[in-house]
C-alpha cells in the first residue's frame, strides 16, 4: 500500500515539473492576450491569423498594436517572445545596450543549418569580429563603385528580358519575383566572383528561340489570364535555389528537420555541385594573387573573393581559412540575392499602383543624371545629393515593404526594458512596422502632435535621433515625406528600420542600397508599369524569413509605346 502512495506522489511530482517545465512562460507584468491555451499559450490564435491569409508579421504588429509598445507572446511550450515596439527603446537597446544582447539563437538555429559558421550564425565575439571586419572591405563606396558595372549590366539584362516578355504577352500581364531573383543572383554573382552566372541571359536566349506565341509549353496563358513563362534556370543557380530552399523555415525543430534533409542524395548532390565551384573559384583566386603581391591584390580586387583572398596573404596566420571564405561567400548569395528582389518585388506594386509617382521619378532621373550617361550611371550619379527623389522611392520603399518583418535579440543576462523586468535567455521581436505605424494602441502612445510646433517639446522628443511620421499617414506610400522643404533627402525625417541597428545591423546595407538605386533606376527610364486586373493586384504577404508578396504581376509597358498610346 505505500509503496502504492509513493508511486503516486511520485507521478504527481513528475507531472508537476512536467507542466513547469513545458507549460507557456509568462513574463509577470507585461501584457500579453488573454486566454491563452494552457499547452499552446497565443498559438491558436496564430493559427486562425495564418488560416486567414496573415503571416506571423501580421500577428507580431496585432499583438504590439493591441497590446502596447511592450508585450510578450506565448508560442507553445517551446518558444516565447517580447515584442518591442517603441522606438526610443528599440534604439536604445540596439544602440546602446547592444552587449546585454545578442543574436537569437532562434534565428541562427534555422540558419545554421546551411551557413553553421557564417557572419550571420555566430555569436558576438571574438570570430565574428575578426570576420566582420575581413568583409567590411566589401563595403566600402570605393570597392563598391569598382563593382557596379556588374549590377548595372544585371539590371540591363532585366529590361531586354522584360522587353522580350512584353512583346510576346500582347498586353497580359506575368508574375515576377523568379526574374528579380535571377537578375539579383546575376548581379551578387559578378560582384562576388567577378563572373555572373548569366542567368536573365540564358531566359533571353530560351525565349529568342520561341516562333509562335504559345511555343511548346514555354509559354503559356494561366488561370488568372497572365502569361506563363516556363524558363529553365542554369545549373549553379538551380543548386543555389535548392540548398536555400531547404532552409528549414517552418519546421519547430530546424536541426532535427535538416538532420533528414541532409540524408537526401538531391540535396547533398546540390551541395557539392557549390561548394565543387566554390572550391575551383578560391583556387583560381589563390593561384591568382601568388603572381603578385597583397598590396597589388588589395588595390586591383573588384570581386569580393580576390579581396578576402588579398586580405588573407595580408593577415598571414591570422587570414580566414578556405571553409570560413567559402562560408561567407555562400552567405553572400542568401543574404544578397532574396532580399534585395523582394524588395524589388514590393517596389514593382508600389508603382504599379502609383502612377504619378512613377512619372515624376522619371522625370527627375531625366533633368538629373548626366546627358551622356546612356543608362550607364556611375557611382556618384546615383548618390543622394545627386538625385534625392530617387533615394526617397528607395527608403520609402524599403519602409513600406518590410522585407525583414522584423528581427530578433537574445537577452544575456536580467534586463530592465520600458519599466519590466525581462529574464536573461529572453527572445526579444523588433517588428519593422516601426516605420509604418507607431503601434502603441492610444493610451500607451506618445502624446499625439497634431502640429509641428509640439513636435520637440518634452525631454522624450528632445533625445529622438529621428523625427516623426505625420499621423495616420504611416501607411500610404509618399517618397515626399523623406524630403526636406528644399528638396534634399533627409535619412531621419522618419522611424525606419529596414535593415536594423547597432553591431549586428544587416552587413550587406551598402550593397543592398546601390543595388536598389541601380535597379529602380535603370527599369523606371525603361517602363511605365501599367494598371494590372483587381484579382492579380493583392498585398498579401508570405513569411518565409523574409517577408514576400504573395502575387507580384507586373505589365511593364516601354515608355515610348505607352506615351504613343496615350
Ligand atoms: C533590401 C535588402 C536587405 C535587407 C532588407 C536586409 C535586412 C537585414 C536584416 C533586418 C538583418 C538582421 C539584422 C539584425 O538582426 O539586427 C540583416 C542581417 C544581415 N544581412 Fe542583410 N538585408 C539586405 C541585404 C543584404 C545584402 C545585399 C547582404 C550581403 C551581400 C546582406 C548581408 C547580411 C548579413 C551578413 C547579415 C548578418 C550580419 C551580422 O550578424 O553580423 N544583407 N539583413
Known amino acids: 500500500m505505500t509503496a502504492y502512495i509513493l508511486y503516486a506522489i511520485s507521478f504527481l511530482i513528475h507531472i508537476i515539473i512536467w507542466w513547469y517545465r513545458f507549460k507557456p512562460i509568462t513574463l509577470p507584468g507585461v501584457p500579453h492576450w488573454p486566454n491563452g491555451h ?7 490564435r496564430l493559427r486562425k491569423i495564418l488560416q486567414n491569409n496573415g503571416s506571423f508579421t501580421d500577428f507580431l504588429d496585432l499583438s504590439a498594436s493591441t497590446l502596447g509598445p511592450i508585450c510578450q507572446i506565448r508560442l507553445g511550450p517551446l518558444a516565447h517572445m517580447v515584442i518591442i515596439t517603441d522606438y526610443m527603446e528599440m534604439e536604445s537597446l540596439l544602440l546602446r545596450r547592444h552587449q546585454s544582447l545578442d543574436r537569437s539563437s532562434q534565428t541562427t538555429g534555422l540558419f545554421k543549418t546551411i551557413l553553421p559558421r557564417a557572419l550571420l550564425t555566430l555569436k558576438t565575439g571574438q570570430v565574428w569580429r575578426h570576420r566582420r571586419r575581413a568583409m567590411g572591405s566589401a563595403m566600402t563606396p570605393r570597392f563598391l563603385a569598382l563593382t557596379m558595372p556588374n549590377i548595372t549590366g544585371s539590371a540591363q539584362d532585366l529590361v531586354r528580358l522584360w522587353k522580350k516578355k512584353n512583346d510576346l504577352s500582347r498586353g497580359r500581364s506575368w508574375q515576377t519575383e ?3 531573383e ?7 554573382c559578378g560582384m562576388a566572383f567577378d563572373k555572373s552566372w548569366d542567368v536573365v541571359p540564358s531566359y533571353i536566349d530560351q525565349l529568342e528561340r520561341i516562333n509562335t506565341h504559345t511555343d511548346g509549353g514555354t509559354v503559356e496563358i494561366g488561370d488568372r489570364d497572365e502569361m ?6 542554369p545549373d549553379l543557380a538551380k543548386s543555389t535555389w535548392y540548398i536555400f530552399k531547404a532552409v528549414p523555415v517552418q519546421s519547430p525543430f530546424p536541426a532535427f528537420t535538416h538532420f533528414f534533409t541532409r540524408l537526401k542524395p538531391s540535396y547533398l548532390y546540390h551541395v557539392k555541385r557549390i561548394d565543387d565551384f566554390l572550391s575551383g573559384k578560391l583556387y583560381e583566386a589563390r593561384k591568382c594573387i601568388l603572381t603578385t603581391s597583397h598590396e597589388v591584390g588589395l588595390e586591383v580586387a573588384d570581386n569580393a573573393l580576390d579581396l578576402l583572398v588579398a586580405k588573407g596573404m595580408q593577415e598571414g596566420d591570422e587570414a580566414m581559412s578556405d571553409d570560413g571564405i567559402k562560408q561567407e561567400l555562400l552567405q553572400y548569395l542568401l543574404a544578397g540575392t532574396e532580399t534585395s528582389s523582394t524588395t524589388l518585388a514590393w517596389w514593382c ?3 504599379t499602383n502609383n502612377p504619378s509617382i512613377q512619372t515624376k521619378l522619371r522625370g527627375h532621373l531625366l533633368e538629373r543624371l548626366p546627358e551622356n550617361s546612356d543608362m550607364n550611371m556611375n557611382f556618384d550619379d546615383l548618390s543622394p545629393a545627386s538625385v534625392p527623389y530617387l533615394e526617397a522611392v528607395v527608403h520609402e520603399t524599403l519602409r513600406m515593404a518590410r522585407t525583414a518583418g522584423g528581427f530578433l535579440r537574445d537577452t544575456k543576462e536580467d534586463m530592465m526594458i520600458l519599466g519590466h523586468h525581462i529574464l536573461k535567455g529572453t527572445t526579444l521581436a523588433f517588428p519593422t512596422s ?4 507607431e503601434c502603441s494602441p492610444v493610451d500607451h502612445k506618445r502624446p499625439k502632435l497634431p502640429s509641428t510646433e509640439s513636435r520637440h517639446t518634452t525631454d522624450h522628443d528632445q533625445k529622438r535621433r529621428v523625427g516623426y511620421w505625420d499621423y495616420g499617414t504611416g501607411n500610404i506610400f509618399d517618397p515626399e515625406r523623406w524630403l526636406t522643404e528644399d528638396g534634399r533627402f533627409n535619412p531621419t525625417a522618419g522611424p525606419s528600420l529596414p535593415f536594423s541597428l547597432g553591431q549586428r545591423r544587416c552587413f550587406g546595407k551598402n550593397l543592398a542600397l546601390l543595388e536598389l538605386r541601380v535597379f529602380i533606376a535603370q527599369l523606371n527610364l525603361s517602363f511605365f508599369f501599367a494598371p494590372i486586373p483587381a484579382d492579380q493586384n493583392r498585398f498579401d504577404r508570405l513569411d ?5 508578396p504573395k502575387d507580384c504581376f507586373i505589365r511593364p509597358i516601354p515608355w515610348a509605346r505607352r506615351d504613343a498610346s496615350c
Do not use: P, Q, Y
Open 38 to 44: 494552457f499547452l499552446w499559450g497565443d498559438l491558436l
Open 178 to 180: 523568379k526574374d528579380l
Open 182 to 188: 535571377s537578375a539579383t543572383m546575376d548581379a551578387i
Open 228 to 233: 506563363m513563362f516556363r524558363l529553365e534556370a
Open 349 to 351: 506594386k508600389f508603382m
Open 434 to 437: 516601426i516605420g509604418c505605424e
Open 544 to 548: 518565409n524569413v523574409i517577408s514576400h
